[in-house]
Nanobody, 126 residues
Framework: VQLQASGGGLVQAGGSLRLSCAAS?????????MGWFRQAPGKEREFVAA????????FSADSVKGRFTISRDNARNTLYLQMDSLKPEDTAVYYC???????????????????WGQGTQVTVSS
């Protein structure tokens, strides 16, 4: 599966952005658990949010809980991340990722994901 992330940009603190991740290829999108990760300059890639195949179960990092919402539309082969109440510390490159057979205890681990998008820059000014 190929992943294409979009929707990043420059926004003031307190603002909102909605990231999208379009999936293409021969594999069926609904077979994959999906995740969002981010990486700031000089830092390791960190988990942001994830969603199981059906969309019924989601996971979020404590740092974004209550502000970010992950969702998916399997009919449109698209993953979303609605980001509200953005803070300067949310500034990073955001990546979407796809994996099969990921168990709940491993959903936050980058190496569990097999496919990655190219990333989209999110910059939050203070």
């Amino acid at each position: 599966v190929q992943l294409q992330a979009s929707g990043g940009g420059l926004v003031q603190a307190g603002g909102s952005l909605r990231l999208s991740c379009a999936a293409s290829g021969r594999s069926t999108f609904s077979r994959y658990s999906m995740g969002w990760f981010r990486q700031a300059p000089g830092k390791e890639r960190e988990f942001v949010a994830a969603i199981f195949r059906s969309g019924g179960t989601t996971f979020s990092a404590d740092s974004v809980k209550g502000r970010f919402t992950i969702s998916r539309d399997n009919a449109r082969n698209t993953l979303y991340l609605q980001m509200d109440s953005l803070k300067p510390e949310d500034t990073a490159v955001y990546y979407c990722a796809a994996g099969q057979g990921i168990i709940q205890s491993s959903i936050r681990t980058p190496r569990q994901y097999d496919y990655w998008g190219q990333g989209t820059q999110v910059t939050v000014s203070s």
